[in-house]
T-cell receptor
Framework: AQSVTQPDIHITVSEGASLELRCNYS??????LFWYVQSPGQGLQLLLK??????LVQGIKGFEAEFKRSQSSFNLRKPSVHWSDAAEYFC????????????FGTGTRLAVRP | DSGVTQTPKHLITATGQRVTLRCSPR?????VYWYQQSLDQGLQFLIQ???????AKGNILERFSAQQFPDLHSELNLSSLELGDSALYFC??????????FGPGTRLTVL
């Protein structure tokens, strides 16, 4: 069974600073990897996904993530954080053949200092 | 706005009761997914339907059931409610594979 670990529960960065949110997964085959963002009181929004090919994936809102098979990681990055990026971020892993079931991490809450 | 609608937004009920949560997917999306989000369990996959057929089941209790209708909207039925069922219930939809668009959720409070 697949699993996801997001080691950081809370992260605070200053506006304009760079951001990296960590995600480690456990899965026996090639995983399908996702990052979602959830603003307070809202549903989740898909930021980006990795299925295959180029290991550096570009997403919406200026986010990118890099798949590193050797480290079982899929970290999310943004070069310059905006105050509106304050939200909770979820990493998820999926597997074909399991009915497109996603297993989510516990989330990282991002706060942005003005 | 994701295009996925869920009703009601909030639901307060008593233990032992039964409720129905409704979801309308984005226009054209054939897949509907239900997720439960709670503080202690996080985001848990419940069930997926594709074009009216059940496609995958997750950690869905026997007291819970769902269906997807010919017009592609879906309903999640929760019965014999317990305090621990209090949570946010999200519906999501997609055209292809894996949930892409999430609705705003239904917050269920069981008293």
């Amino acid at each position: 069974a697949q699993s996801v670990t997001q080691p950081d529960i809370h992260i605070t960065v200053s506006e304009g600073a760079s951001l990296e949110l960590r995600c480690n997964y456990s899965y026996g085959a090639t995983p399908y990897l996702f990052w979602y963002v959830q603003s307070p009181g809202q549903g989740l929004q898909l930021l980006l996904k990795y299925f295959s090919g180029d290991t550096l994936v570009q997403g919406i809102k200026g986010f990118e993530a890099e798949f590193k098979r050797s480290q079982s990681s899929f970290n999310l990055r943004k070069p310059s954080v905006h105050w509106s990026d304050a939200a909770e971020y979820f990493c998820a892993v999926g597997a074909r053949g399991s009915g497109d079931k996603l297993t989510f991490g516990t989330g990282t809450r991002l706060a942005v200092r003005p | 706005d994701s295009g996925v609608t869920q009703t009601p937004k909030h639901l307060i009920t008593a233990t032992g009761q039964r409720v129905t949560l409704r979801c309308s997917p984005r226009s054209g999306d054939l897949s509907v997914y239900w997720y439960q989000q709670s503080l202690d369990q996080g985001l848990q996959f419940l069930i997926q339907y594709y074009n009216g057929e059940e496609r995958a089941k997750g950690n869905i209790l026997e007291r819970f059931s769902a269906q997807q209708f010919p017009d592609l909207h879906s309903e999640l039925n929760l019965s014999s409610l317990e305090l621990g069922d209090s949570a946010l219930y999200f519906c999501a939809s997609s055209t292809d594979s894996f949930p892409q668009y999430f609705g705003p959720g239904t917050r269920l409070t069981v008293l």
